[in-house]
């Protein structure tokens, strides 16, 4: 995908006045605009390559659809689900975070809420602000000796985990990605969910808000854990059913709860239902989990620079639905890129055909890890020229599925001669004879194989080129070609023939200008068509 230049950005929210100045410094111009209204946000998107946005505004496929320039979508901080993840991705728009910029904050205020709960503090604050002297009523406990079950063990999960280890808790803990060797070396030792509910005294969840933890902490969930377990979420709302939070409390089953974020179901935060918020026995805190000078002044910082690096061309980071754009940006994979979608483009022509199974196949050690941004761009090639408005690397492989296409990756380690020291990439669609194979040479992709003939002198794919196949016996195509030529006042700049299969050959020529009329060359081809790569 060759992205378009990035000029205007638009940032949401209030943030850190560092990140308006480093998308300036990088060249960009810059729109700040906090608390627009939904209709005002649909105005002023129209005309921006980028949007900068924090937890309050929802970017939602309404907003996508508006915004006719949309490239990237940055989100200063860790969570998207204010964004429509697939919408963005079906137009083509990357999204993009800064997973780290405010862990430490975030971690932090767990800390902080663990604390709260065993002591009591806001509540004991609160009332000697009303003038009371209530020692008996507060009585707390210790956190030394008392288990700690944190589940999701990422960056924040595992700074809280081995910050409460210093206060003396044994951390015990769940997640589906990281190993249980990985957990144990900084101290926490995972079990089934099934073992942690009776085992924990207080539980505290860092996972993102999924159909899988929604509802993480449940009726069902509660009843299994020691009466009186106190439990965080400074996470996501909606992790914590906050209706059988509120009867386990109610009950005793659960004997304290901090809360920082709340279900959004019925609209954004603060909660309108306010008897969870009031019940004496939770710690409610209104989203402050990255609100911390630091970590704002690290996520405004994180997401400019990103966004800059795009513009620049520089690279991409913290890509949440692009990841095979990413390695786009390296010198050494982007004419692999450009190969791959040359192939899609020209198996499309040869077969007439988007849908069906498509067989990508990498051949070499160099491009052993290579099929996850291939993939991509070979369906991007498939269905180039389409009704889609535009194909990207974001958006090819949902496009793909949705058009009936589905492409799937192998990998040799062995490649054939000349090629094994560079790799070739091999294309077929399934089922049909139509394959094509190409490998790089420098830095210009070119094809070696077309449906089983092979070009000695490898033939390169890139701009205007035409390809047909015709007679091997008969020699009036290449002369009828160079004739549109010069009437046309282009120019031939190569041309590449193939072996011979069932007295046909293969030609690929690269133009000068694509020819407007291929008329008189079609009676004297089995085949022919221009690609533009």
Same mark, same amino acid.
């Given at each position: 995908?060759?992205?378009?230049?990035?000029?205007?950005?638009?940032?949401?929210?209030?943030?850190?006045?560092?990140?308006?100045?480093?998308?300036?410094?990088?060249?960009?111009?810059?729109?700040?605009?906090?608390?627009?209204?939904?209709?005002?946000?649909?105005?002023?998107?129209?005309?921006?390559?980028?949007?900068?946005?924090?937890?309050?505004?929802?970017?939602?496929?309404?907003?996508?659809?508006?915004?006719?320039?949309?490239?990237?979508?940055?989100?200063?901080?860790?969570?998207?689900?204010?964004?429509?993840?697939?919408?963005?991705?079906?137009?083509?728009?990357?999204?993009?975070?800064?997973?780290?910029?405010?862990?430490?904050?975030?971690?932090?205020?767990?800390?902080?809420?663990?604390?709260?709960?065993?002591?009591?503090?806001?509540?004991?604050?609160?009332?000697?602000?009303?003038?009371?002297?209530?020692?008996?009523?507060?009585?707390?406990?210790?956190?030394?000796?008392?288990?700690?079950?944190?589940?999701?063990?990422?960056?924040?999960?595992?700074?809280?985990?081995?910050?409460?280890?210093?206060?003396?808790?044994?951390?015990?803990?769940?997640?589906?990605?990281?190993?249980?060797?990985?957990?144990?070396?900084?101290?926490?030792?995972?079990?089934?969910?099934?073992?942690?509910?009776?085992?924990?005294?207080?539980?505290?969840?860092?996972?993102?808000?999924?159909?899988?933890?929604?509802?993480?902490?449940?009726?069902?969930?509660?009843?299994?854990?020691?009466?009186?377990?106190?439990?965080?979420?400074?996470?996501?709302?909606?992790?914590?059913?906050?209706?059988?939070?509120?009867?386990?409390?109610?009950?005793?089953?659960?004997?304290?709860?901090?809360?920082?974020?709340?279900?959004?179901?019925?609209?954004?935060?603060?909660?309108?239902?306010?008897?969870?918020?009031?019940?004496?026995?939770?710690?409610?805190?209104?989203?402050?989990?990255?609100?911390?000078?630091?970590?704002?002044?690290?996520?405004?910082?994180?997401?400019?620079?990103?966004?800059?690096?795009?513009?620049?061309?520089?690279?991409?980071?913290?890509?949440?639905?692009?990841?095979?754009?990413?390695?786009?940006?390296?010198?050494?994979?982007?004419?692999?890129?450009?190969?791959?979608?040359?192939?899609?483009?020209?198996?499309?022509?040869?077969?007439?055909?988007?849908?069906?199974?498509?067989?990508?196949? #990498? &051949?070499?050690?160099? %491009?052993?890890? =290579? !099929?996850?941004? /291939?993939?991509?761009?070979?369906?991007?090639?498939?269905? $180039? *020229?389409?009704?889609?408005?535009?194909?990207?690397?974001?958006?090819?492989?949902?496009?793909?599925?949705?058009?009936?296409?589905?492409?799937?990756?192998?990998?040799?380690?062995?490649?054939?001669?000349?090629?094994?020291?560079?790799?070739?990439?091999?294309?077929?669609?399934?089922?049909?004879?139509?394959?094509?194979?190409?490998?790089?040479?420098?830095?210009?992709?070119?094809?070696?194989?077309?449906?089983?003939?092979?070009?000695?002198?490898?033939?390169?794919?890139?701009?205007?080129?035409?390809?047909?196949?015709?007679?091997?016996?008969?020699?009036?195509?290449?002369? #009828? &070609?160079?004739?549109? %030529?010069?009437? =046309? !006042?282009?120019? /031939?700049?190569?041309?590449?023939?193939?072996?011979?299969? $069932? *007295?046909?050959?293969?030609?690929?020529?690269?133009?000068?200008?694509?020819?407007?009329?291929?008329?008189?060359?079609?009676?004297?081809?089995?085949?022919?068509?221009?690609?533009?790569?």
């Amino acid at each position: 995908m060759a992205l378009g230049k990035l000029q205007k950005v638009l940032i949401s929210e209030s943030l850190d006045p560092c990140c308006r100045e480093i998308l300036q410094a990088g060249g960009l111009r810059v729109q700040e605009k906090p608390g627009l209204s939904k209709e005002e946000l649909l105005r002023e998107i129209r005309d921006c390559d980028g949007l900068i946005v924090r937890s309050a505004t929802k970017v939602t496929a309404e907003v996508l659809e508006a915004a006719e320039r949309l490239q990237v979508v940055g989100r200063a901080g860790t969570g998207v689900d204010n964004v429509d993840v697939e919408a963005a991705t079906r137009k083509g728009v990357l999204v993009m975070n800064t997973p780290t910029g405010n862990s430490l904050s975030a971690a932090e205020l767990t800390c902080g809420m663990i604390l709260c709960l065993a002591r009591q503090i806001p509540q004991a604050a609160a009332s000697m602000k009303e003038g009371k002297w209530d020692r008996k009523k507060y009585m707390g406990m210790e956190l030394n000796g008392k288990t700690l079950a944190v589940l999701g063990l990422g960056r924040i999960g595992r700074e809280v985990a081995t910050r409460m280890q210093a206060f003396g808790m044994k951390t015990i803990g769940y997640d589906p990605i990281i190993t249980p060797d990985v957990s144990a070396t900084f101290g926490v030792e995972q079990l089934p969910l099934e073992q942690i509910w009776p085992r924990c005294d207080f539980i505290t969840v860092h996972t993102p808000l999924l159909p899988s933890t929604t509802g993480l902490l449940n009726d069902s969930t509660f009843a299994k854990c020691r009466r009186g377990v106190q439990v965080v979420n400074c996470a996501r709302g909606g992790i914590v059913d906050e209706g059988a939070l509120l009867r386990a409390l109610q009950s005793g089953q659960c004997g304290g709860a901090a809360l920082d974020v709340f279900t959004q179901a019925s609209g954004a935060e603060p909660p309108k239902d306010r008897e969870l918020v009031n019940h004496p026995n939770v710690i409610s805190c209104p989203h402050l989990g990255a609100s911390t000078r630091e970590a704002q002044s690290r996520c405004g910082k994180e997401i400019a620079m990103q966004i800059v690096d795009m513009a620049t061309g520089k690279g991409l980071t913290g890509v949440v639905n692009g990841q095979a754009l990413s390695k786009a940006f390296a010198p050494q994979t982007k004419p692999w890129i450009a190969l791959a979608r040359a192939l899609g483009t020209v198996l499309c022509m040869a077969g007439k055909q988007v849908q069906g199974s498509v067989q990508v196949c #990498t &051949l070499g050690t160099p %491009l052993k890890e =290579a !099929g996850s941004y /291939l993939t991509p761009a070979v369906a991007a090639g498939m269905l $180039a *020229g389409g009704t889609q408005k535009e194909v990207t690397l974001v958006n090819a492989t949902l496009l793909a599925q949705e058009a009936g296409l589905k492409v799937t990756t192998t990998h040799s380690d062995v490649a054939p001669e000349p090629d094994s020291s560079t790799g070739l990439l091999q294309v077929s669609l399934q089922g049909t004879p139509h394959q094509v194979t190409g490998t790089v040479q420098g830095s210009t992709p070119v094809l070696r194989q077309i449906n089983g003939a092979t070009f000695k002198q490898p033939a390169p794919l890139s701009g205007p080129v035409l390809i047909y196949r015709a007679k091997a016996s008969d020699t009036s195509a290449l002369a #009828t &070609l160079t004739g549109l %030529l010069s009437k =046309a !006042g282009g120019q /031939l700049l190569s041309y590449h023939s193939s072996s011979t299969v $069932a *007295g046909e050959q293969w030609s690929v020529a690269g133009l000068s200008a694509p020819l407007s009329n291929l008329g008189e060359l079609k009676p004297r081809v089995t085949e022919a068509f221009q690609l533009h790569l």
